[in-house]
Nanobody, 121 residues
């Protein structure tokens, strides 16, 4: 099995910064996409940022220029640096990874438990 563990959430004032981490562990053979999604109360889950193993980046329109995704493939860990945070960034942030385990030829989607980000003065 595969586990994704997020850390780094919390309360921050508007204009502030936070850095999220997502560490994947378990019977991992390979990881393709790693990314972040978020869900605010009453809204659908939306893309924040995705980074493929080949280095292709994709950001949600609302975070472009403010958030930066990166990953350390040796550690199976993804990071999300969030700058110039706004109240509308308040949401539960979920880590997502496309993983092939050592027991399978197929890729599967895995999700973290989510971490709350609250942007408020």
């Amino acid at each position: 099995q595969v586990q994704l563990v997020e850390s780094g959430g919390g309360l921050v004032q508007p204009g502030g910064s936070l850095r999220l981490s997502c560490a994947a562990s378990g019977s991992i053979f390979a990881i393709n996409d790693m990314g972040w999604y978020r869900q605010a109360p009453g809204k659908q889950r939306e893309l924040v940022a995705v980074l493929t193993s080949g280095g292709t980046l994709n950001y949600g329109d609302s975070v472009k220029g403010r958030f930066t995704i990166s990953r350390d493939n040796a550690k199976n860990t993804a990071y999300l640096q969030m700058n110039s945070l706004k109240p509308e960034d308040t949401a539960v942030y979920y880590c997502n990874a496309a993983v092939r385990t050592t027991a399978s030829r197929y890729w599967s989607d895995y999700w973290g438990q989510g971490t709350q980000i609250t942007v408020s003065s």
